[in-house]
């Protein structure tokens, strides 16, 4: 399965565990630990609140759950 913009962050780690790496490495740019901050909101609004790259953010994360 694909991760999609639409999925709740909780969602994907607790299927993915491997992403948080990945949301880590946006916690810097965002300012925020991301995970800690917003674990019941989807992808997309959290690419909005903090101006992410939303399509990156998705192939990091898709790419990620590839390997």
């Known amino acids: ?6 999925m709740i962050l909780l969602d994907i780690v607790e299927k993915y565990p491997e992403t948080e790496e990945v949301f880590h490495m946006y916690d810097e740019v965002a300012g925020v630990c ?16 903090y101006d992410l790259d ?10 990620t759950i590839k390997k």
């Open 54 to 63: 939303l399509e990156k953010l998705l192939q990091n994360l898709n790419r």
């Open 34 to 49: 991301i995970l800690c901050s917003h674990l019941f909101d989807s992808l997309e609004v959290v690419a909005n609140k």
């Open 1 to 6: 399965m694909k991760i999609q913009k639409e």
